[in-house]
């Protein structure tokens, strides 16, 4: 795990290690300024660390189900399914590249053309 320090401090580490390297020009520093203005603040951590420690839960939970009805399923598994049936049910490929996320529906056309009863 990477120590956490604030912006500040890590300014100062910036400061000490460029002026003994010699880096200490304008030009590192105004690299520097661009990079920490786009470090996460200390809630977008907190609130990405939520989120994966969520994302965790439900990946547990969903092994958890698989395991206890027998079957190895993935939310994979589910995702493909579901376009699998939209696709028998006469869904049009435009309509279910815009569900599935597909910028193309080349793409969508290539996995799921062959369950399309048209």
Known sequence: MLPSF?????????????????????????????????????????????????????????QTASARAGVHVTPYTLRHTGAVWAAEGGASMDELAQLMGHDDAATTSKRYDRYSPT
Do not use: M, N, W, Y
């Not at 500040?8 to 580490?13: D, G, K, S, V, Y």
């Not at 786009?38 to 990946?59: M, N």
């Open 6 to 62: 604030s912006v500040l401090e890590a300014t100062r580490r910036f400061e000490h290690h460029t002026s003994r390297a010699g880096l200490g020009s304008v030009d590192a520093r105004a690299r520097h300024a661009d990079i920490r203005h786009r470090l996460p603040s200390p809630p977008d951590r907190q609130r990405d660390r939520a989120r994966r420690k969520e994302g965790r839960q439900h990946q547990k939970a969903f």
